[in-house]
Each structure stands twice: as C-alpha cells, then as structure tokens.
C-alpha cells in the first residue's frame, strides 16, 4: 500500500528534528547525511560503527534521537547487534536499516519487529538508498497531525464479553462485509470473502479482532456462523436478482464447528433450503482447525465436497505442515498468506515460499489465491507466476453487500488494466 507524500502545506514530520547515521564507510555516510540534509532533518550526527553509536546516544539521553539510521555489515558492533541494544536501552524513537549484502539479511530485521514492536523499525531499505524510498518509509514516523503520516498503530483491541456478544446477535448486529477477489489473468470479479463486522450502536463498526477470541471454542460461536452465512445466503440471491455473473462466496469455518457433525448438518441444511447452489460457497479453514480434531475434520470436509460444496486452505504457508495437510485434504483453493505475498518481489525468501505454494497448487489442479496484495509490483510478479486471483487493498477493502455492484461498475477498467500492465 502506498504511502501518500507530504501535503504542500504541512511541514513533514521529521523536519528539524535529530537523526543519526551509522556507517563505517565515510562515503557511504556523507551520501546518507546528504540525503537526510535533503529532508529537512535538523541536527544530524554521525558513527562509524554500533559501539559508537551507543555512547554518543546515552550522552544525548536529555534530547532524544528521533531517528537512527544504520548499516547492517559494520566492524565491532554489527547493525543487528545495535538493533537489539536500542530495542534494550529505549535510546532512539525510530530505526532504519539500510544494506548493500544479501536481501535475506534485512528480512531478518524485519522479522525481528514483526515480533516486537519495541524495536521502532520504519523499515529497512537496499543501498543505493534512494531519496523517495526513504522519504516513504520516514512517512511512518510521524503523530496525527504529521502531514502525510499515518496514525500510530493502536492498542490491541478489548475484546468483548461473551455476554454482550449473545446480546448483540440477538439484536442482528453482526453483518458481512466482502472482499474481491480478482482474477489475474483478465482483472475480472471471481468471487468475494464473506468477513464478519459488529455494527456495534455506541462504538460503530468494529472488525473481528473486537470479538473473535472471545468466541473461539464456545458454542456461541455456531449461531454467529449460521447468522452470517444465512445473511450471505441472501445476498447471493439479490446478487444474481442484479444480473450479477456467477461469483462464489468465501466463508471462515472454527476448528470445533468444522469437527462437529451436528453443526455440519445445520450448515448444509440452510443452504439447501435457500435454493443456493453449494457450488457458490466455499468453506475456508485453517491448517489449525484441520490439525486440533482431525479425524472428524477431514470427514465432514469430505462430506463438505461430495456435496458440492468448495474447501479452502486459509492461511497457507504458515503452519509446521501446511504441504502435508494440503495434500491430504479435498480442497479446492489454496489461500497464500500475506506473509508470503507482500513484499515477496524484493525478498527472496517470501518469494521462494511463494513459487513453492504455487506450483503445489497448479501441480495438484487446485486454485491458488494470493492474500494481502498491496502493491503493483506484488501483482506483477503474481501474475507472472501463474497465480490464479488476487486478494487485496490493491483491488478493493472489504465492503458493504450494498457496494459491490457499483465497485464492479467502477473498477472495471482499472481492473483490466492491471492485468494487462508489463
């Protein structure tokens, strides 16, 4: 996702505040500081390696670096190893990590702050560092006020009670909204995710991280699925009313709803009461949920397709078996995690997961759906790989029922022209 430049009114974030290059190599850290001279930064300081660079940020503690700028590859102490002491010492507001070495390196960095947000990592960038690369990733430094920087990123979510969550689909608040997702081949709607919102009466609309762990494994959580998928059973029909072409919805399935016969049945039922096709609904589960009962998982899955209905791996790629679980399962698509798809032109190690579920996929006859595309380039090297469809804020965020006929009218053309770009 794009992050948008510094508006011409407002200063940008950084302007005249304090930064700090670390780079053994004098030329490499005069072309740095010339950058950061370049972007209005205030004070700049200098060190040639990890060590100094910690004594000269204890001795400025009474006015705090906003930003730490270093090499990965230094004599005495290396740019991991610094990274780990400011994370420690709490010694600087940002990091970035720059490196002409192995790009496998800087995922390590990036990995690393995946892991703790502590580390203040804007991000990490390949030398030569280039002036509009490295204003992108300063754009994420900055408060609410600060030009073109997002918000900070906030706290988890509280997660409401079991209680006011019986109360609330009682009330009908629960609603899905749809992700498309997009074929690469022409650009062309295949078919959505069916992702569940509260539209809570005080707090307005509020994503699943407000509610799903609370629940997960209670019986609660059969009557949220069947209230969702009844809702989505109807939008199918208004959708096909509207002269729509055939689309399949996606649909989550929990681990205890998927291992549960019972429920199994009251799925099936309400769909073939609502003269849906099954063929229009795919059923997506995760390698955990398959994993925690699996014996009577992979039964009801095979019920599931025998009765037409589509399976598909959620999430693929990231658990300890993902290959093994794929292959023993009936599925139907295979969901590519974000983990593996974003940034996965620039880093050699998502790339190489990513050729690898894709070519398992096209190898067992099965659809392969990337999550998480956000940037042209993701799409470009997707497409040039043979993946089937794209999910992602590149395309479209999840919507309302209500707008995905006129987001198709829209973004049609735009659409097709991403899939014919070089």
């Known amino acids: 996702m794009q992050i948008p430049p510094p508006s011409a009114t407002a200063s940008p974030p950084w302007e005249g505040r304090r930064v700090l290059v670390v780079e053994d190599s004098s030329v490499q850290r005069g072309y740095l500081v010339g950058l950061l001279r370049q972007l209005a930064f205030g004070e700049i300081f200098e060190a040639a390696d990890g060590n100094e660079a910690l004594q000269l940020l204890e001795r400025e503690r009474h006015d705090r670096i906003f930003l730490v700028l270093t090499d990965l590859e230094m004599p005495g102490m290396d740019?991991?190893?610094?990274?780990?002491?400011l994370r420690d010492r709490n010694l600087a507001d940002n990091l970035i990590v720059v490196s002409a070495r192995?790009?496998?390196?800087?995922?390590?960095?990036?990995?690393?702050?995946?892991?703790?947000?502590?580390?203040g990592l804007l991000g990490t960038l390949l030398k030569p560092v280039q002036l509009e690369s490295l204003a992108q990733l300063l754009c994420k430094a900055g408060d609410r006020d600060g030009g073109c920087a997002p918000a900070p990123p906030p706290s988890l979510p509280a997660q409401a009670s079991l209680e006011e969550l019986?109360?609330?689909?009682?009330?009908k608040e629960f609603l899905p909204h749809f992700q498309?997702?997009?074929?690469?081949?022409?650009?062309?709607?295949?078919?959505?995710e069916a992702l569940a919102r509260w539209q809570h009466p005080q707090r307005g609309l509020l994503s699943p991280a407000h509610f799903i762990d609370t629940l997960e494994g209670q019986?609660?959580?059969?009557?949220?699925?069947?209230?969702?998928?009844?809702?989505v059973l109807e939008h199918i029909q208004h959708w096909q009313q509207a002269g729509l072409p055939p689309l399949t919805v996606s649909i989550n399935l929990s681990a205890d709803n998927?291992?549960?016969?019972?429920?199994?049945?009251?799925?099936?039922?309400?769909?073939n009461g609502s003269g849906v096709a099954p063929a229009s609904l795919v059923w997506e589960v995760t390698e955990t949920s398959v994993m925690r009962q699996l014996s009577q998982a992979l039964t009801n899955m095979g019920r599931l397709r025998l009765m037409g209905f589509g399976l598909a791996m959620d999430d693929f790629g990231i658990g300890y078996s993902s290959m093994q679980q794929f292959a023993r399962c009936p599925f139907t698509e295979l969901k590519i995690d974000r983990a593996f798809v974003n940034g996965a032109a620039q880093w050699p190690n998502r790339?190489?997961?990513l050729k690898s579920a894709l070519d398992l996929g096209q190898s067992l006859g099965v659809a392969t759906v990337a999550e998480?595309?956000?940037?042209?380039?993701?799409?470009?090297?997707?497409?040039?790989?043979?993946?089937?469809?794209?999910?992602?804020?590149?395309l479209a965020k999840p919507m309302p029922a209500e707008e995905l006929v006129g987001w198709m009218r829209q973004d049609r053309r735009r659409l097709r022209a991403l899939a014919g770009s070089e």
């Open 180 to 192: 498309p997702k997009v074929a690469m081949q022409n650009g062309q709607l295949k078919g959505v």
């Open 79 to 85: 740019g991991i190893e610094l990274t780990c002491q």
């Open 258 to 271: 998927l291992a549960e016969r019972a429920f199994i049945d009251r799925l099936t039922a309400l769909v």
């Open 351 to 353: 790339l190489t997961v």
């Open 166 to 171: 019986a109360q609330a689909l009682a009330r």
């Open 372 to 394: 998480g595309v956000e940037t042209v380039e993701d799409w470009k090297l997707l497409r040039d790989l043979g993946c089937d469809m794209a999910q992602g804020y590149l």
């Open 102 to 119: 192995d790009p496998r390196l800087l995922e390590i960095i990036e990995n690393m702050a995946r892991e703790d947000a502590a580390i």
């Open 219 to 231: 019986p609660l959580m059969a009557e949220f699925t069947l209230v969702l998928v009844q809702q």
